[in-house]
């Protein structure tokens, strides 16, 4: 059940616990039941930026569903309303199934972290630059300002995942903190490894989260 309701109750819940952050994923409908509600990621983090005070939050995005610029101007107007507490998790594929259901065409491996490179170089282009213009395979930019920009500095932060050789370098070259999902702490170790030497040859130092499974 991703309704607001639900959504908002353990939004506060966390907070109040001490939580840092809270991820909404970014779904059309929802996964586990398509009869449960599902609320969009956005308009939702919108609305709990004005009624929360601490936890950061983190709406979900693909390239595939939303163009950069319009995620660019929304994660502006999600930190200013929560005053610099705006983040977001790309998500570069995952769940065919839905962008069969909305008519998208299937991209390859690859492909969708080249697009995905470019949405992230638009996002902390606009966020941190005026007059900001990009001319790529798959986006073109013309000279956009957006104000107000971002409270948080240098901008909103990027969470990614993806354990592919393309997607650790997209992380360690683009992201904030490199997401890693649960598995055993000798292959975990492998991937933190990894991706902060790319993140070292980018002349960068990474985060990492790691999503942890309790049996």
């Known amino acids: ?25 970014e779904h059309t409908f929802n996964w586990v039941d398509p009869e449960l509600d599902q609320q969009d990621a956005w308009t939702t983090s ?4 004005s009624i929360t005070k601490d936890i950061e939050l ?25 005053g ?10 995952w769940w065919q199934r839905e962008w069969e259901a909305m008519g998208l065409p299937p991209m390859p491996h690859d492909d969708r ?15 941190t630059q005026q007059h900001f213009s990009f001319n790529g395979r798959y ?4 000279d956009i300002t957006l104000t107000p920009a971002p409270i948080r500095k240098p901008h909103p932060t ?6 592919s050789d393309v997607g650790q370098r997209l992380a360690a070259k683009l992201a904030d903190v490199y997401l890693i999902n649960g598995r055993s702490v000798a292959e975990t170790k492998v991937l933190v490894d990894q991706v902060r030497t790319y993140a070292a040859e980018e002349g960068r130092e990474m985060q ?5 499974f309790v049996i």
């Open 1 to 25: 059940d991703a309704s607001f309701d639900t959504t908002k109750k353990l939004t506060l819940l966390a907070e109040e616990l001490g939580f840092a952050a809270v991820l909404l994923a």
């Open 58 to 82: 983190m709406p979900a995005v693909r390239p595939a569903f939303k163009h950069p610029a319009v995620v660019a101007k929304m994660a502006c107007s999600i930190d200013e309303i929560s």
């Open 139 to 142: 986006y073109q930019i013309d």
């Open 113 to 127: 972290y080249v697009r995905s490179e470019e949405f992230l170089t638009i996002l902390k282009g606009l966020w």
């Open 158 to 163: 990027i969470y990614l995942g993806g354990e």
């Open 208 to 212: 990492f989260g790691i999503s942890a």
């Open 84 to 93: 610099g507490r705006a983040a977001l998790n790309l998500v570069t594929g």
């Open 46 to 49: 919108a609305a709990l930026a």
